[in-house]
């Protein structure tokens, strides 16, 4: 069956750093998989999705995401985190096993700290 | 208006009422989502309309209801819940339901259970 499992609940950075969020997905075919960020009181927000074309996906805000097939992987990364971007970070999964529904991970908490 | 819109933003019902919660695209989309986001859980899906029929109902508990009255309109109508529907429900739409297609989601609606 189709999952994602979102390695870090809560990932803290200084602002100017790199961000990292970790995503590894379960599948049997090949799935699209999507980023997308949730600040508070707001709906979701799509960063980027990977649906089988290039493996390096670029996304808005100066993220970016690899799908790594071999890795079962689909990780987040920004050079330079901002302030802004702190906010709860969903990596989702969909595909023929879960009948093109959206399977959800439990969210990435990101801090920034000035 | 642009996007996905919800309304109300925030709703307070006993248990015995009634109510209806309301999601609006304008994005010319054929598939609409209604999501239950409680806290610390992933985001779980409820009903999936396409062209106005529904496709899923994921062992929704009667006391939800969904009405998709035309592509843009979908209602989830209430009545008799229990504090522990209390969660933010969210509302998105995409083109169709293909697994490529990414959601838009709306800012979703704070339901408190009293």
């Known amino acids: 069956a189709q999952s994602v499992t979102q390695l870090d609940s809560h990932v803290s950075v200084s602002e100017g750093t790199p961000v990292l969020l970790r995503c590894n997905y379960s599948s049997s075919y090949s799935p699209s998989l999507f980023w997308y960020v949730q600040h508070p009181n707001k709906g979701l927000q799509l960063l980027l999705k990977y649906t089988s074309a290039a493996t390096l996906v670029k996304g808005i805000n100066g993220f970016e995401a690899e799908f790594k097939k071999s890795e079962t992987s689909f990780h987040l990364t920004k050079p330079s985190a901002h302030m802004s971007d702190a906010a709860e970070y969903f990596c989702?999964?969909?595909?023929?096993?879960?009948?093109?529904?959206?399977?959800f991970g439990t969210g990435t908490s990101l801090t920034v700290i000035p | 208006e642009t996007g996905v819109t919800q309304t109300p933003r925030h709703l307070v019902m006993g248990m015995t009422n009634k109510k209806s919660l309301k999601c609006e695209q304008h994005?010319?989309?054929?598939?609409m989502y209604w999501y239950k986001q409680s806290a610390k859980k992933p985001l779980e899906l409820m009903f999936v309309?396409?062209?106005?029929?529904?496709?899923e109902n994921n062992s929704v508990p009667s006391r939800f209801s969904p009405e998709c009255p035309n592509s843009s309109h979908l209602f989830l109508h209430l009545h008799t819940l229990q504090p522990e529907d209390s969660a933010l429900y969210l509302c998105a739409s995409s083109p169709g339901d293909r697994e490529y297609y990414e959601q838009y989601f709306g800012p979703g609606t704070r339901l408190t259970v009293t």
């Open positions: 989702v999964v969909t595909g023929q096993e879960t009948g093109n529904q959206f399977y």
């Open positions: 994005l010319g989309h054929n598939a």
């Open positions: 309309y396409n062209f106005k029929e529904q496709t």
